[in-house]
């Protein structure tokens, strides 16, 4: 049985302008749900068509992750099973295409489940791949949130100013993905912003709107971040409201904003990065000089 079921034709893959995949899962890094509210956002807000699934069936305990019973716009009952769609997006001319994974992070056979996604960034012509994610930090809401990068290619991360990963312990399906990606010869970028720990993990427009723009500047793809400064700003008010009651989250709240104002910000800014992203992939799809 093939986990990944692909519907998409060669025909529409192959008119994919330069395409990126981007990936997001419910789960372990996806606090406050801001990383799969970015992937939505995105495929609402562009033009988008699925182009494939990941086959639950092998992958999820389904009593944990149960499926649901619902009626359709024609009143026909039907079983709705955890997903993980893979979608097509066209962008405005001049810029890459993506393509989106945006799901539940699976409870079972995470090898297999990520070498399914290797296809997909295989299938769709994808020669990179960018995973968002979300984590509970020491980020004031009253703050831009914090967004980190960082890569395991040491000549990506040295020209856009990311990070090379340290981190040691536990992981997610996420950290299965880089290291399936690694052995493929994929480059690969990590994208996390910053929640608030001390907020309870309800939906935070704020850390989405910032893990967005992050991804705009380097990837040059219009995102339309900006639309979420309403709700972002509605977001502030409310939690600015529950705070004031409290004198001791407010305290604690000001001593992280002195934290946040002394230390130096942890990516790149500017518009450069797109650029040179642009560039290194360029010299990755060049041929090797005779």
Do not use: C
Not at 114 to 129: F, K, Q
């Amino acid at each position: 049985m093939d986990e990944l079921r692909w519907t998409a034709d060669d025909q529409f893959t192959a008119g994919l302008d330069r395409p990126i995949l981007v990936v997001a899962f419910r789960g372990l890094f996806d606090a406050a749900g801001s990383a799969t509210s970015a992937v939505e956002w995105l495929a609402e807000r562009l033009d988008s068509m699925q182009v494939g699934d990941v086959d639950p069936e092998t992958f999820f305990d389904f009593t944990q992750e149960r499926p649901v019973v619902e009626f359709d716009e024609h009143d026909v009952r039907r079983i709705r099973w955890a997903s993980n769609r893979v979608l097509a997006v066209r962008t405005a001319d001049g810029q890459r295409d993506i393509v989106l994974v945006s799901g539940i992070e699976p409870h079972l056979r995470w090898r297999t489940f990520t070498e399914a996604l290797l296809e997909a960034a295989t299938r769709s012509g994808s020669r990179l791949v960018v995973t968002l994610g979300s984590m509970s930090g020491m980020s004031p809401h009253t703050r831009p949130p914090a967004v980190t990068g960082s890569s395991t290619n040491r000549e990506l991360a040295d020209r856009l100013g990311l990070d090379r990963p340290s981190y040691q312990g536990p992981t997610g399906v996420v950290g299965v993905l880089h290291d399936t990606l690694d052995r493929a010869g994929i480059p690969v970028i990590s994208l996390r912003v910053s929640v608030p720990y001390y907020l309870p993990d309800s939906p935070n427009p704020k850390a989405t709107r910032a893990l967005l723009r992050r991804f705009e500047q380097v990837s040059g793809i219009d995102t339309a971040h900006a639309d979420l400064d309403g709700p972002a700003a509605e977001w502030q008010s409310r939690v600015e409201l529950a705070v004031a009651g409290d004198a001791e989250v407010r305290a604690h709240v000001r001593r992280l904003e002195s934290q946040v104002d002394q230390s130096e910000d942890l990516m790149a800014r500017g518009d450069d990065l797109a650029a040179e992203l642009e560039a290194f992939l360029r010299e990755q799809d060049a041929p090797p000089d005779a």
